[in-house]
């Protein structure tokens, strides 16, 4: 059993889509302070929908708390300065800046103290990007951009980070060397995580909690150890 958590991101009765197409039905999510909580879910089954609802790219219904605040009013850019913030699926790194330009563009909503040093740590989590940071980032291999799209995420100091398929295109041991700093990020640094993957697995390794997604809403949640005994979610997810 894990310890009890305090609550960090309470999501209730989420709706939302865009336009007149809803995607969102009515989903429940908790992410425990210090936890990585996992979403898995098919192709289409609305996990993007969800990190872009949480962050407040998109319009939303229901309630969402973080550290007891309620965030579904607010903009995407105070949503960063509470603390969440969000790696977009297909990373969204700025390919015409180089390596620190960008990770300077994801300390803008602070103020100038601290910034130099936030650099230097994260250079040191990502000793590849420190090679790189006068190189343009459009020339980084694929598991380069994405360090560089979570390190520029770290930028803003977030308590929580939304992470959507940080694996998707990457070769296996460049996804096993990311989730080892998604990891090594949660325990040392306590870090809390959203992470959504379509690599379940590996997902489920450094997972305190896991939901699954369906059509819009949650349709099975616990601990990791209990999905991965769960007999539909394995069949449908694990491939065991
Ligand atoms: N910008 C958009 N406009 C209209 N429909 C969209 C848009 N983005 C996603 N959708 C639709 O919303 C549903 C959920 O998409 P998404 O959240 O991206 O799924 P997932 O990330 O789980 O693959 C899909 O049916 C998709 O076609
Ligand atoms: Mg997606």
């Known amino acids: 059993m894990t310890p009890e958590r305090a ?11 865009y336009g007149a197409v809803q995607v969102l039905t009515g989903l429940d999510i908790t992410v425990a302070e210090g936890e990585v909580a996992v979403m898995l879910g098919a192709n289409g089954a609305g996990k993007t929908t969800t990190m872009r609802a949480i962050s407040g790219m998109i319009n939303r219904k229901g309630t969402i708390t973080f550290r007891g605040e309620a965030l579904t009013r607010r903009a995407p850019d105070e949503i960063v300065r509470m603390g969440i913030a969000q790696v977009p699926q297909g990373r969204g790194t700025f390919t015409d800046l180089t390596v620190e330009e960008n990770l300077r563009a994801g300390a803008y909503v602070r103020k100038g103290s601290g910034i130099e040093a936030d650099l230097e ?6 000793p590849r990007l420190r090679e790189r940071r006068s190189q343009k980032a459009g020339g980084l291999s694929g ?25 998707l295109g990457l070769a ?10 998604l990891k090594r990020l949660n325990t040392e640094q306590g870090l809390s995580i959203l992470i959504v993957e379509q690599n379940a697995n590996l997902a489920l390794r450094i997972a305190h909690s896991v939901f699954v997604l369906e059509t819009g809403s949650i349709v099975a949640s616990g601990t990791a150890q209990e999905i991965s005994n769960n007999d539909a979610v394995r069949t449908a997810y694990l491939g065991y």
Do not use: H, N, Y
């Open 7 to 17: 609550p960090l991101l309470e999501v209730r009765d989420l709706v939302a889509g």
């Open 143 to 167: 598991g380069e951009q994405q360090m560089l799209a979570i390190a520029r995420a770290l930028m803003s100091r977030p308590k929580l980070l939304l992470c959507d398929e940080p694996s």
């Open 172 to 181: 296996p041991i460049i996804t096993q060397e990311l989730f080892d700093v």
């Open 121 to 126: 740590e994260w250079f040191g989590v990502f």
